[in-house]
T-cell receptor, first 118, second 117 residues
Framework: AQTVTQSQPEMSVQEAETVTLSCTYD???????LFWYKQPPSRQMILVIR??????QNATENRFSVNFQKAAKSFSLKISDSQLGDAAMYFC???????????????FGTGTRLQVTL | GAVVSQHPSRVICKSGTSVKIECRSL??????MFWYRQFPKQSLMLMAT?????????EQGVEKDKFLINHASLTLSTLTVTSAHPEDSSFYIC?????????????FGSGTQLSVL
């Protein structure tokens, strides 16, 4: 079974600074997707960034980028120029590339609460 | 972008009653819908997966008769918490997946906070 581990329950960053959230996963699959989701106080799940395992290039979305190390099964999220609105819970998630129905489910990590201070 | 509407956003009910939560995909056909449960300060735990027109697949430890899931159409899935008890109080989130969208995203509803008195 796939597992996703986030070892940082809480992180803090000053506004305008950079922070990196860690995520490791375990899978026997060779092709899969990895995601970072943001859950603000509203509790709406928001997709931050997505990485396809067969792509070597790290995904980037504006101030958000990932460091995807497939051999190490590591998928960290870097937030640059942190803003107050970045404060939220961040969940790392995994899903297999192939599969339908329940085989296409997301497996979430336990989350990292990010605080952004002035 | 694709939108998933989940209702109600908040519900308070008495112990022993049943509560129905709806999850609708507004501008796409959802071949698969997922129901998650989230306790305070915890992660999302998958409860069940539903495909249109077929029985839901429940995760281990989730009571099928307690949490009834119906996916009658490609745009609507419902979760009914039957004979609710205080321990069923939680945040429930649905998400929808479509085979049409090739970017493999999941679209989440805004969640339902269930409080059982």
């Amino acid at each position: 079974a796939q597992t996703v581990t986030q070892s940082q329950p809480e992180m803090s960053v000053q506004e305008a600074e950079t922070v990196t959230l860690s995520c490791t996963y375990d899978t026997s699959e060779s092709d899969y997707y990895l995601f970072w989701y943001k859950q603000p106080p509203s509790r709406q799940m928001i997709l931050v960034i997505r990485q396809e395992a067969y792509k070597q290039q790290n995904a980037t979305e504006n101030r958000f980028s990932v460091n995807f190390q497939k051999a190490a099964k590591s998928f960290s999220l870097k937030i640059s120029d942190s803003q107050l609105g970045d404060a939220a819970m961040y969940f790392c998630a995994y899903r297999p590339h192939r599969g339908t129905g329940t085989a296409s489910k997301l497996t979430f990590g336990t989350g990292t609460r990010l605080q952004v201070t002035l | 972008g694709a939108v998933v509407s989940q209702h109600p956003s908040r519900v308070i009910c008495k112990s022993g009653t049943s509560v129905k939560i709806e999850c609708r995909s507004l501008d796409f056909q959802a071949t698969t819908m997922f129901w998650y449960r989230q306790f305070p300060k915890q992660s999302l735990m998958l409860m069940a997966t539903s495909n249109e027109g077929s029985k839901a697949t429940y995760e281990q430890g989730v009571e099928k008769d307690k949490f009834l899931i119906n996916h009658a159409s490609l745009t609507l899935s419902t979760l009914t918490v039957t004979s609710a008890h205080p321990e069923d109080s939680s945040f429930y989130i649905c998400s929808a997946r479509t085979e049409v969208v090739a970017n493999e995203k999941l679209f989440f509803g805004s969640g339902t906070q269930l409080s059982v008195l």
